[in-house]
Structures are given as C-alpha cells and as structure tokens.
C-alpha cells in the first residue's frame, strides 16, 4: 500500500481564505464598535492604535511565513493566500495611522505633517506606510504580468517595510521591550529563511556597483 | 468630619459603565487574542474559552471613607468615570499593559501595612493601615492628573496634604528633600518578580520631591477615591498626589517616606534620564523626546468620536505653585 501524501487543492485554498477574511475582519469589527460605544477600556483610543497596529504586523508576519511553509512542506498552492494576508497587513496599517489622525490627533492637519517629520518612530512608521501602499497597490495579477521580473523586485521591498515596523513597535513604548523584542525575533527569523536569496541580492548588488566602478575606470584611463 | 452626601456620586455613576458589562468586554477583546499581541502570554488562551467567566472580577475589597469637601481643590471639569480610572493604570509592579494592574492587583493585601516617615526628623514614627484613615482629616479634592503620554484625567481624591505628615515627623533644617518607595514585595507584585513582566524597572519604584514642593498644600497623600478607600490597582492604600507633575510623580503604595539633604534619585529618570527628569512638571513648552506635550486627550466618557483633546496648560493649570520655580530654566531642569 502506497501511502498518499496530502495536497492542499484548490477547494482547500478557498476555505483557507475565507477563514482568514473571518478572522481579519470578526475582531475589527468587534473592537471598533466597542470603541465606539466607549466599552473599550479607559482610552479607546490607545486601544484601537495598539490593536491595529500589532495585528498590522502580525498579518505581515503570516504573509512571510507563507513562502517557507509552502516550501517546507511542499504545498505549492498555499501561496495563494499570502497576497491576501499582505492586503489585510495594508488594510490593518491603514486603519492603524487613520485612526491616529482622527481619533489621537483629532484633525489636526499641521501637527500630522510635523509629527511625521520630528518624531522618529511616527517617520519610519509612516515610511514603511507608504512602502506597504505601493505594495497592495502593485498586487494586482496584471501589474504582476505587466511588471515582469521587476514586480518581484518592487515586492522585495516588504522586507524593509517589516524592518521599519519592527522599528516603529521597539521605538514607541516607553519601556517595556520584551514583546517588542519577541517581534523582533520573529521578523528576523522570518527573514533568516530566506538568508541566501538576500544574500544572494545584496552580492548582486554589490558586484554590479564593482562592475560599474571597473567600467568608469577604464573609460576614465 | 462630614459624612459624604451621595447624591453628587450617586448621579456620577449612572453615567458609569457597569463594572460586570465593562470587564466581559475586555474578555471578550482578550479572547480574540491571536490577532493581539497578548497571544504570546499563556494566560491569554485559557480566557478564550471564558468569554462571560467573571474570572476578572473585584476582588479587592474597598470601603466607603467619611471625609469632608475641599472648598478650594476642587473644579468644575467633568469627573473621568470611576471604571475607568479603576481600570486604566500605569503601575507596572503589576504589569505594563494598562489593565494588567486591574486584573493582576485583585489579592494585593495592605492590611497590616507599615508607613516609616524617616530620615532627617526630629521625631520618626511609623503609620499602620488604620492610622492611614483616622490620624489626619479626609478631604476629597478633584485634580486633574495628567499623564506623561499625553492623556489626563479628572480624579475625585481623598486624603490629607503630605505636609501634615511631615509636620508630625519635625522635619530638621538640614532637610531639602523628600524621598518615597513603593512597597517591594515581589511574591505580590509579578511586575516586581522579573525584568521581563515589569518593564525593565528596577524595583522598588522610588521619587522625590524638593521639600517646598511637598510642603505646599496642593501636594496630597491619597487614600481614596469616588468616596471609598483606593483600589490596588490605583497605589493602595496610601499613594502621593502631585497635580501639576507628570503622573509618573505620584508614586503609589508606599512604605517609605524619607527626608534628605540630597536630591533622591527617582525610577524614570533614572531609566531614560533624557526623556524624564526629576521635576517633571506639566509643561506643554517642553515635549517628550518623542512625542508632544502641547496637547492631552482627557479620558472622560465617550468613545472614539468624542473629541476631547485639549490643550495642556502650563503646571496642569496649578499656576499657584509657579514662585515655587521663579527664575529656573524649566526647559533644562524638565
């Protein structure tokens, strides 16, 4: 007797998605309405920027995990929910700096823009903000076709974008670093799977800089 | 002494979430938990299956406290509701999320309890727990309490002026300053028993004020609020009140109280000495490091779309003690 090994098929796939669009939007909506009718402990709005914003980065966190368990275990099909799970990062991170301007800055347009710019954490958060933005928008499977290899290029960039949020999280509490750190761990172990492509990009790189450096030279002589 | 009339506070509490409605709801938030951070935390999951358990429920026991109305202290501002400042506490020996003193502080035992009034005094005495109720005059004063992350509430005390319990003690010339210590008690404190749950403080939890800073009337010894004695969660049973400083000033259950001719070190300067200094007066010139203090958003009832941000004022609105600082450049000494 043969032992068959299990594929995940498509049908599996669409279950997959709809717990995830269940369980993304199941706790949004709770917590919100909560905050709403003020039953959302003493500051809702501490509440909901601390709910967005991890469950931001825990979503961005999933979309990476996707590429190595699809590998590991040989599922090749389970790729096909992690552009959901980026979309639900963009969407949680959106809602994450929404909420801070109309809920913590309450309209205040001109301190937007000069907390942006003088606030350290609030710079790499909006940076990666913008990072994630371009990203979702850039996820369409015609761009995708339309972009060729440079979409993958552009896609790359979501490593910064964990980078800075992991940043923005360390930066913002006041002292208590263990549950940043723990996503510190995990964003770097996330990106420890994948050592030898980046390392392979970051050589690339750095033999084209050479190569061009060489070619200056000559023509320079 | 007056015994409290209960129809300012009874009508204060309708507008008040019921404390069963309020904690279910945190429950319910909590059991969601793997989209939240806390998911990380084992006790998190045992709640899932516990939506409308009444696990987080006041054990604590509070009672109600005979005292007399301030006639000064006092202000007009909308009173932040009493679950709320029950529930929303920076006290990090029980943890550092804002409701871990909630649900962490329930078996905090403060009686028997022991206050020493120390140091250079003509005559150092200790207060037991009823002492704390029965050896000065109660008076509830309303403060505004303004935190160092930029949000503030509007607080019913009650307590005495610290400066009563330093007259008793005959402070001696050479004291210029006074120093307080939270009770460290780690087998009752998780936040006390490692780095990892209390922040990264190193415990016990110690401030100090300049003697003139405690001397003055508006500086209180707190025992309570909302009428009745103070919940774990919010420094029982005595805690310091200094309303035109940063909350992190107004140290709570504490044990110690001692007079010094040096200036005493105090936990957050000592942890981020840049972003907290030992004067920390309310100062809407002077920002954080890393965020404004221009503005506060005043935690009263309404929900998000309540738009309650204000503008801070200069000493929290308490102008009386600016003489205390004449000539000081208060953006160095912040």
Known sequence: MTKTKFRLQATHISWLKAVIHLSALTPLFYTYFAAFSDQLGGDPVEAVLHFTGISAFNLLLLSLLVSPLAKKFKQGLLVNVRRLLGLYAFFYALIHFSSYVLFELQQEWSLLLSEIIKRPYITVGFIALLLLSSLALSSTKNIQRKLGPKWQKLHNWVYVAGLLIALHYIWSVKSDLVQPIIYWMMLLSLLWFRRDKLLRKFKNRKARTRHREKITKKTLA | ?334
């Open chain 2, 1 to 334: 002494m007056l015994i409290k009339s209960p129809k300012k506070s009874a009508a204060k509490e309708q507008q008040v979430t019921d404390e069963a409605v309020y904690s279910e709801r945190r429950n319910i938030l909590k059991s969601m938990g793997f989209f939240g951070a806390s998911a990380l935390l084992a006790s998190t999951q045992a709640q899932a299956f516990n939506l409308f358990g009444d696990d987080d429920s006041v054990k604590f026991k509070t009672r109600a406290l005979e005292f007399s109305q301030a006639k000064t202290y006092i202000t007009d501002e909308a009173l932040t509701p009493e679950a709320k400042i029950t529930s929303h506490n920076n006290f990090y020996e029980f943890g550092a999320g804002k409701s871990d003193p909630l649900d962490n502080a329930q078996d905090f035992k403060v009686d028997p309890w022991s206050l020493s009034i120390d140091g250079l005094v003509e005559k150092p005495y200790k207060l037991g727990y009823e002492d704390l109720y029965s050896q000065f005059d109660l008076e509830e004063r309303i403060y505004r309490l303004r935190c160092v992350e930029a949000w503030s509430m509007v607080i019913p005390w009650i307590g005495f002026p610290l400066a009563a319990i330093l007259a008793k003690a005959q402070p001696l010339s050479s004291a210029k300053y006074v120093s307080f210590e939270t009770v460290y008690d780690p087998e009752q404190m998780p936040g006390q028993r490692s780095r990892f749950s209390g922040g990264g403080i190193d415990y016990p939890y110690v401030e100090g004020l300049r003697l003139d800073e405690a001397m003055h009337p508006l500086t209180l010894m707190s025992v309570g609020l909302y009428g009745k004695t103070l919940p774990a969660q919010n420094g029982a049973p005595i805690r310091l009140v200094v309303p035109w400083k940063y909350g992190f000033k107004s140290i709570k259950s504490i044990t110690r109280i001692r007079l010094t001719d040096k200036k005493p070190p105090t936990t957050w300067n000592m942890l981020a000495a840049q972003e907290y200094g030992f004067y920390a007066n309310v100062n809407p010139q002077v920002a954080h490091p890393r965020w404004s203090q221009a503005r506060e958003r005043r935690l009263t009832t309404g929900g998000l779309f309540s738009q309650n941000r204000i503008p801070t004022q200069m000493f929290n609105g308490y102008e009386e003690v600016a003489p205390m600082y004449a000539g000081m450049n208060l953006a160095k000494h912040y």
